[in-house]
Structures are given as C-alpha cells and as structure tokens.
C-alpha cells in the first residue's frame, strides 16, 4: 500500500510502514513542502495512496467530508507510530473497497466515516 505522510506526521510513521513493506512519502519527499492540505490529498488520490496525518482541523474535515484515503492520527504525536502498528489492519482493510473514507485511529479504537 502507499502513504503519502502530512507535514506534521512524526518520521517514525513513516518508518514503521516502510518496516511493513508499505510505500510511504513524506509530503517533502513527494515535492509538496508547501502544499495545503486538500493538494496533498488530490495528489495521494492521483496515486491511490492514504493521506496519514495527525492534524485535529484536517482530521475533523476528512471526518465531515472525505475526500480520497484519509487516515488520522489522533492521539499524542509521540504514539503515532506505535498507535497505527497496532491498528494498521484495521485502518487499512476498508481502503480495498471504498474509494472515499477517513479513519480516525485513536488510543479508544478505530471510527469511519465515508
């Protein structure tokens, strides 16, 4: 699968999804240093790939309104890694069948909204 991680997702995300055999981009290795955050998601999607982010605005947006894979990280920035390892699964399985959805991965479980 492929992640296309938001600016302020911590890097050990992303090495925890490489760990897994994952594709996984920061936004500045994608060449989206400066992008707002719907581009990052219209780029992930041309790529179907997962936005993951920690943001509370851009999360609780995704939630109201998805747009593409969304995964958000909601929970201290230092359990990001370890937090989604240990729903990855769960975060990923419905991306095979829905096109539109956000995950809202939590230390309390999982939510979905798409």
Same mark, same amino acid.
């Given at each position: 699968?492929?992640?296309? #991680? /938001? +600016?302020?997702?911590?890097?050990?995300?992303?090495? =925890?999804?490489?760990? &897994?055999? +994952? /594709?996984?981009?920061?936004?500045?290795?994608?060449? #989206?240093?400066?992008?707002? /955050?719907?581009? #990052?998601?219209?780029?992930?999607?041309?790529?179907?790939?997962?936005?993951?982010?920690?943001?509370? *605005?851009?999360?609780?947006?995704? =939630?109201?309104? !998805?747009?593409?894979? &969304?995964?958000?990280?909601?929970? !201290?920035?230092?359990?990001?890694?370890?937090? #989604? *390892?240990? +729903?990855? /699964?769960?975060?990923?399985? !419905?991306?095979?069948?829905?096109?539109?959805?956000?995950?809202?991965?939590? !230390?309390?479980?999982?939510?979905?909204?798409?």
């Amino acid at each position: 699968m492929r992640f296309l #991680l /938001d +600016h302020d997702v911590d890097a050990a995300v992303g090495l =925890m999804l490489r760990r &897994h055999g +994952h /594709d996984a981009w920061t936004a500045g290795e994608a060449g #989206l240093g400066r992008a707002r /955050d719907d581009e #990052l998601t219209v780029w992930a999607a041309a790529r179907q790939a997962a936005v993951v982010s920690t943001g509370e *605005e851009f999360g609780q947006r995704r =939630m109201r309104h !998805p747009m593409g894979w &969304h995964i958000w990280l909601s929970g !201290p920035d230092w359990e990001a890694a370890s937090l #989604l *390892e240990e +729903h990855l /699964d769960q975060a990923t399985a !419905p991306q095979k069948t829905h096109t539109d959805m956000t995950v809202r991965v939590s !230390p309390g479980g999982l939510s979905r909204s798409g």
